[in-house]
C-alpha cells in the first residue's frame, strides 16, 4: 500500500501541470456558471463530468506510466534495445538515441580496454617463459659444477615465483579450466611435500598428519596443489625451526606452523593483492601476489581460506571445502 502511494504521488508531482491546468479551467468554467446565474444541478453536474474526465485519464495514464517505470528500471541492471519504452515525444526519442550512443560507445571503448589488457598480459607471458630458458641453463650449471644446495634453493625460488606470476596471469586472463574430482589430501600434500624437501632438510623441519590417511575432497587437484604450494611455502620461509602440521578437522584442511607469526592489525589484508605486511617488508622479496591468489582461486573452487595467527608461536591456514568425504 506504501509503495503504491508512492507511485501515485510521483506521478501526480510528475503531471502536475496538466492537473493544475484542470483545476483552473474547472474554476474558471464554475465561477462562469455561477455570474450567469446557472442553476446548482448545472453546476454540480459540470462538476461531476469534469472529474470522471480527469479520473479516466488518470488510469490510463497512471497505467502507462507505470509499465514505462517498470521497463526503466530493468534497463537500469541490464541495457537491452529491447526493454527500451516507445516514445511518445521528440523529446524522449533524442534522450533514446543519446543513451543508445553513449551506450556503443561505452562497449566499444570496454573492448579496446580488454583487447589492451590481454595483448599486454599475452607479452609478459612470453618474456616470462622466455625466462624460464635461462632459469633452466643455470640449474644445469649447477649441476654441473657440484650441485650445491644453497644455489639450488635459490634457484628454485626463482622458478617458484616465476609459476606464480604465471598463473597470476592466467587469473587475469580468466582461463577456467576446471576439472572437478575426488583427491586423495594426503597424497597431495606428500606431492606437494617432495617439491619441497630440500628446504624441510635445510631448517630441519618436521612434518606431521592428523586425520588424513582416507581424507578425499572434492576439487580441482590442479589448482588445490596450487594453493597447497603458496601455503607451505609461506610456511617453510617464516618457520625456522619447529613443526609443519596437517589436520582434517569436518569441512576443512588446518595448515599450521610453529613460525614467527603475523602481527595482529596485518590478519585482515593478508588475502589483499599486492599486500605484504611486517613480515614481508623485512623479507624484501614477497610479492603480496601468493594469499591472495589463493584465496582467489579457492573462492572458483567454492572453498575459503581463513587464517590466524600469533607473533612467536605461529600461523594457521584453513582451507573450507564445500564437500566432502571420509
Known sequence: MKQVLKLTKAFIWEHKATYLVWVLLLGTQSLTLYLYDQTQVILGDTLLFSCLIIFSYTLVAF???????????????????????????????????????LEQKLVAELEHSRLKKQEMLEDFGIWLHQVKTPVSALD???????????????????NEYLQLMLNYLRQQLDNSDLVFEQVALDKVIKEVLKKYALFFA???LRVEFIDLDTTTVTTDKKWLIFILEQLIFNAIKYTNTGTITFIFNGDHLAIKDTGIGIQSQDIPRVFEKGFTGYNGRQDQRASGLGLYLSQKVALKLGCKLELTSKVGQGTTVKIYFPKHYK
Open 202 to 204: 635445510q631448517k630441519g
Open 63 to 101: 497505467n502507462r506510466w507505470q509499465k514505462k517505470l517498470r521497463q526503466l528500471q530493468l534497463l537500469q541492471t541490464n541495457f537491452l534495445h529491447e526493454l527500451l519504452p516507445s516514445s511518445t515525444s521528440q523529446v524522449e526519442i533524442l534522450y533514446q538515441q543519446i543513451a543508445e550512443e
Open 140 to 158: 644445469l650449471l649447477i649441476q654441473a659444477q657440484g650441485n650445491d644446495p644453497k644455489m639450488r634453493a635459490e634457484l628454485f625460488k626463482v
